[in-house]
């Protein structure tokens, strides 16, 4: 019960890391708000939630994370809910695999927005909540972010800025008693990773020391460790947890 009394909003919560964030933080007496991009997906996740944890009192917004106002409605009805917010998780992003030649002005504003953008607006909007909790901000990064990819560069800059806020806002906020950290997963099993053939999946597996592929859990449990008390001097680390994965 790392989490006890604790209330966070985790953006992109509705499906692999951070649906697996959602439940560890329940399971870690957290109440919890999860943000989507469409309401299916929304409802499909608070359905396997309280199908899973009965009496569950968790909140579900389809939210459009670039639209400061948007965000501002979606901590209001929070704090209002539960009283209080004491964690922000910045999860939700896109990735790109598409050759720079071919790259449209399109994709890269899609990136750039998602995954960039919206942790920014989050984040300032979240400051004037979590300056009264001494809460944590936590924002996803990525593997790519130390080590870059082969092909779709505007994901892994999206992430080096990821790092790069998160370093900052600590120093910023740290007055406030505000911690910033990210996580950056290495290749983790998520339905997209699971849909991969064996013969794609195994080279994967031999770049990684240790030997397998990540568990949503594995990513989880650092963002349960560094929004708990256990945490309280940590700030402005962007943590790998990627069985020393290199690209």
Same mark, same amino acid.
């Given at each position: 019960m790392l989490l006890k009394n604790k209330v966070a909003i985790i953006t992109g919560g509705t499906r692999g890391i951070g649906f697996e964030i959602a439940r560890q933080f329940i399971i870690n007496?957290? +109440?919890?708000?999860?943000?989507?991009?469409?309401?299916?997906?929304? &409802? &499909?996740? =608070?359905? /396997? =939630?309280?199908?899973?944890?009965?009496?569950l009192n968790i909140l579900g917004f389809k939210t459009k994370l670039t639209d400061e106002q948007e965000v501002n409605n979606m901590f209001k009805q929070v704090e209002e809910h539960f009283g209080k917010i004491d964690i922000l998780v910045n999860n939700a992003g896109v990735?790109? *695999? !598409?050759?720079?030649? #071919?790259? !449209? *002005?399109?994709?890269?504003?899609?990136?750039? #927005?998602? &995954?960039?953008k919206s942790v920014f607006i989050c984040s300032k909007v979240a400051v004037s909540y979590l300056a009264?909790?001494?809460? $944590?901000?936590l924002n996803t990064s990525s593997m790519v972010s130390k080590y870059g990819?082969? +092909?779709?560069?505007?994901?892994? $800059? +999206?992430?080096f800025a990821v790092n790069g806020l998160t370093i900052s806002l600590a120093r910023e906020l740290a007055s406030k008693h505000i911690r910033v950290n990210a996580v950056a997963p290495g290749? !983790?099993?998520?339905?997209m990773v699971k849909a991969l053939p064996d013969a794609v999946i195994q080279p994967l597996i031999k770049t990684i020391p240790l030997g397998r592929i990540g568990e949503p859990?594995?990513?989880? #449990?650092?963002?349960?460790? /560094? *929004?708990?008390d256990m945490a309280?001097?940590? !700030?402005?680390? $962007?943590?790998? $947890?990627?069985?020393c994965a290199r690209a």
């Open positions: 007496g957290a +109440s919890v708000a999860i943000c989507g991009s469409r309401d299916e997906t929304v &409802n &499909n996740a =608070l359905t /396997l =939630l309280k199908q899973e944890f009965k009496d990735s790109s *695999a !598409t050759p720079i030649q #071919n790259y !449209t *002005a399109e994709e890269y504003d899609k990136i750039v #927005n998602i &995954n960039i009264k909790t001494k809460g $944590v901000i990819q082969p +092909s779709g560069i505007m994901y892994p $800059v +999206s992430k290749i !983790t099993k998520t339905d859990k594995d990513i989880a #449990n650092a963002f349960v460790f /560094l *929004a708990s309280s001097y940590i !700030t402005g680390e $962007v943590i790998h $947890v990627d069985g």
